[in-house]
T-cell receptor, first 115, second 117 residues
Framework: AQKVTQAQTEISVVEKEDVTLDCVYETRDTTYYLFWYKQPPSGELVFLIRRNSFDEQNEISGRYSWNFQKSTSSFNFTITASQVVDSAVYFCALSEAGRDDKIIFGKGTRLHILP | ETGVTQTPRHLVMGMTNKKSLKCEQHLGHNAMYWYKQSAKKPLELMFVYSLEERVENNSVPSRFSPECPNSSHLFLHLHTLQPEDSALYLC????????????????FGSGTQLSVL
């Protein structure tokens, strides 16, 4: 069965600090996709990134970076020099190839960036 | 603005009421989804539609009834709900069914915050 665990329920950091959000997943498939979504206070989920299981190269997009490690089944998300606008709930998610219709989400991590 | 619009944004209803949630997308997507986000549980997939046909029903109680009259609109009809049904209901769409296309991603609406009294 597939499962996504975000052990950090809530994190608070002071603005400009770096923060890492953890995501650990379980799947029996060799081909799968991992996602991060951001949910700001307005409620909608905003897509951030999708990685497939064959691409372990780490990715950087501005202040955001992702560390994908198959050996530890982790797909962690780091925000560098955090800003107040980064305050949101962040969801990690997993979908398996062949399961056309289902993306499984973790419980989310609520991130507070304090001014 | 993600292109997926949900109405109403907030809804308070009694257990005997009948109400409907509406979702609309004009992104030309073929797949639409209903998700439930409770305060203490992971996001739960409720229903999936592809080209207006229901693809999946994840053991959702019959008091939730989806309807997809065309590829741009998705409804969730509610009747005789329970207080534990209070949650944020999110609609999403994607070009094709999630997981099939390597470039696929979901676009979410802002959700309807439902409170059942």
């Amino acid at each position: 069965a597939q499962k996504v665990t975000q052990a950090q329920t809530e994190i608070s950091v002071v603005e400009k600090e770096d923060v890492t959000l953890d995501c650990v997943y379980e799947t029996r498939d060799t081909t799968y996709y991992l996602f991060w979504y951001k949910q700001p206070p307005s409620g909608e989920l905003v897509f951030l990134i999708r990685r497939n299981s064959f691409d372990e190269q780490n990715e950087i997009s501005g202040r955001y970076s992702w560390n994908f490690q198959k050996s530890t089944s982790s797909f962690n998300f780091t925000i560098t020099a955090s800003q107040v606008v980064d305050s949101a709930v962040y969801f990690c998610a997993l979908s398996e190839a062949g399961r056309d219709d289902k993306i499984i989400f973790g419980k989310g991590t609520r991130l507070h960036i304090l001014p | 603005e993600t292109g997926v619009t949900q109405t109403p944004r907030h809804l308070v209803m009694g257990m005997t009421n009948k109400k409907s949630l509406k979702c609309e997308q004009h992104l030309g997507h073929n797949a639409m989804y209903w998700y439930k986000q409770s305060a203490k549980k992971p996001l739960e997939l409720m229903f999936v539609y592809s080209l207006e046909e229901r693809v999946e029903n994840n053991s959702v109680p019959s008091r939730f009834s989806p309807e997809c009259p065309n590829s741009s609109h998705l409804f969730l009809h509610l009747h005789t709900l329970q207080p534990e049904d209070s949650a944020l209901y999110l609609c999403a769409s994607s070009q094709d069914l999630a997981g099939r296309n390597p470039n696929e991603k979901l676009f979410f609406g802002s959700g309807t915050q439902l409170s059942v009294l």
